[in-house]
């Protein structure tokens, strides 16, 4: 008797939870929540890895990726006018040489003055290869592209580039338009005014039934309480890297004001964790997660910020993530606004020392 009560208990659960929209599969549990955390969390700030090049530019938005037992991370460079994409090189995740450009100012076109490019289908797996995966004989990039000079100016939208090679500072071969913009036809309230940062990665298993997917953060004409447009992360799927179309009616996280946004994806065990960075719905800006089972239900974390502003070269923001863990030890590299201007810093799991870059 008192299996078959335990039993109609669970059943009864189970049935609330699929009423609810939500399961087993849908739901990570706090516990797993709090082990995340612990496995990811960096206390301890080395400090900045990449400055800005001169007074008139700043650097923004790392990617990091190995090829050829090197360390890349491609970056992008604001110089008042707009984005372009750069390329970095290490050999211990710590000192960062600058290699040249992987997408550069041209004179016409949609994406003309803004090319701001994050490289794509990188191996998800905490402490795997963090070699960026071919497709068609190519590696890919996706980026965030648009005319009007300026930060983040005008109607933004996502290109996408494709290269032979990205250990060399070559120029990418951009595709003609965007691929997803705020206005297609299947734009959604959350994402009808302009789209920002792109992330594509590679659905192994094909849990969202498709080979690629790409988490994005967008603004829409929807507003918060104080009349005020917010940005928020959703999702978008693939067959071929080149047509996409939204996945869902709503975004994935959101907090209805402020920022959420810049999304980075790692598969620890069977949980997905998303790192990405908010913004202004509390003071300043911070490093965030969030996990999931499936891709595309996400639960959020409620506790501290795995990082915000504490020195005085990220005491404006510290925010934009790009986390990994090589050799024991995790590395969370992110953009850091303060003393230094807007620079590239990192903080390890470990005490490895402070970098050598000073701040003014």
């Known amino acids: 008797m008192k299996n078959i009560k335990t039993g ?22 706090q516990a797993v929540m709090e ?19 001169d007074q008139g530019r700043m650097v923004d938005s790392p990617t990091i990726y190995r090829k050829e037992d090197t360390w890349f991370m ?12 750069w390329l970095a090189r290490s050999d211990d995740l710590l000192h960062w040489q600058t290699a040249g450009k992987l997408m ?19 191996d998800t797996d905490w402490g795997g290869s963090y070699a960026p995966g071919r497709y068609n004989g190519n590696y890919w990039l996706s980026y965030l592209g648009g ?36 206005i297609d ?18 659905d192994k298993e094909q849990k969202t039934g498709y080979p690629f997917v790409m988490y994005y953060n967008a603004k829409g004409d929807e507003k918060d309480v104080k009349g005020n ?18 996945l869902g009616q709503e975004p994935l996280i959101s907090r209805r004001t402020g920022i959420c946004g810049d999304a980075q994806i790692a598969k620890i065990g069977n949980v997905y964790v998303m790192f990405y960075f908010g913004a202004f719905w509390k003071p300043g800006a911070f490093d965030r997660f969030a996990c999931s089972y499936d891709l595309m239900h996400w639960t959020d974390w409620q506790g501290p910020d795995l990082i915000a502003p504490s020195e005085p070269f990220d005491k404006t923001y510290a925010h934009k993530p790009w986390v990994i863990k090589w050799n024991g030890v995790v590395y969370h590299f992110y953009n850091a606004v303060g003393s230094n201007g807007r620079v590239i ?16």
């Open 8 to 29: 109609l208990v669970l059943w009864l659960v189970a049935v609330n939870l699929a009423a609810l929209g939500q399961g087993p599969d849908k739901v990570v549990p």
């Open 35 to 53: 082990r995340i955390y612990n496995e990811v969390r960096t206390p301890y700030k080395y400090g900045i890895v990449l400055p800005q090049p």
């Open 74 to 85: 491609s970056y992008i460079i604001f110089d008042g006018k707009g984005y372009e994409t």
């Open 104 to 122: 550069s100012f041209t004179d016409t076109g949609w994406d003309a003055t803004q090319k701001a490019g994050y490289v794509s289908l990188i």
């Open 147 to 182: 005319s009007e000079k300026g930060y983040e100016a005008g109607r933004l939208g996502v290109g996408i580039a494709t290269t032979a090679d990205l250990t060399k500072a070559v120029e990418a071969d951009r595709k003609p338009g965007p691929v997803l913009s705020a």
């Open 185 to 202: 036809p299947d734009a959604r309230p959350y994402d009808n005014n302009t789209i920002y940062k792109s992330l594509i990665i590679r």
């Open 229 to 246: 447009r917010f940005e928020s992360i959703a999702m978008a799927v693939s067959t071929d890297m080149v047509t996409w179309k939204r």
């Open 345 to 360: 810093a990192v903080a390890t799991s470990t005490d490895v020392g402070k970098s050598d870059i000073r701040d003014k």
